[in-house]
């Protein structure tokens, strides 16, 4: 790839809500960093914990839950046990049933990201598993976290 096309680090101004994540001994790989899978769950972990804490996603009882159709990471930095990241969360599209969420992981107290990446979840009827317009409480805070 040319560097025409090399991504840049986000800065910590550009997202909208920001979430502690300790990593853990198991999070290291042979390399002595943390492995690059990691960071998936990492985007999941910040971002459900957020829509929860918010009340715009019951994972138990609730009738509509997100499926994740695309995912994304580029990694600038390493990041290894002990640190503890700083997940910054920002919301770039949201569709009728389907929101952009892009995350980016701060090193602790660092002022660009050591990795930054998107998914996007499709928010599907619990039952029938098909996509359904987004719940008023989850459009509420998908606006609140628009870049
Ligand atoms: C999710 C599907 C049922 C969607 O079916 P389909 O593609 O047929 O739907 P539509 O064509 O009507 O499109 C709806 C909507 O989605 C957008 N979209 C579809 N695909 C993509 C894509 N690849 N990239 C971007 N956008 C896409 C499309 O533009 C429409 O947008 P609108 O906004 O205009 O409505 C079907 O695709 C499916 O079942 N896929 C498999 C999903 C899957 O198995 N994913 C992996 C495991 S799920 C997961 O990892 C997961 C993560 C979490 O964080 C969770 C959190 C909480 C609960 C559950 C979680 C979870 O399961």
Redesign the pocket.
């Known amino acids: 790839m040319s560097s025409a096309h090399k991504p840049t680090p986000h800065s910590r101004s550009s997202y909208r809500a920001f979430r502690s994540i300790p990593t853990r001994w198991m999070d290291n790989d042979m390399y002595g960093h943390v492995n690059n899978v990691v960071y998936y769950s990492w985007f999941?972990t910040a971002?459900?914990a957020l829509l929860i804490e918010r009340g715009a996603?019951d994972?138990h009882q609730g009738q509509t839950?997100?499926?994740?159709?695309?995912t994304q990471c580029n990694y600038f930095a390493p990041i290894a046990f002990p640190e503890t990241v700083e997940a910054g969360i920002r919301v770039a599209q949201a569709?009728?049933?389907?929101v952009r969420y892009e995350i980016a992981l701060f090193a602790q107290g660092a002022e660009t990201a050591a990795a930054q990446g998107h998914f996007?979840?499709?928010y599907?009827d619990r039952a029938t598993?098909?996509?359904v317009p987004l719940p008023e409480a989850l459009q509420r805070v998908v606006d609140s976290l628009k870049a």
């Open positions: 999941d971002v459900n996603l994972i839950i997100g499926f994740v159709v695309e569709g009728r049933s389907s996007v979840h499709v599907v598993q098909r996509p």
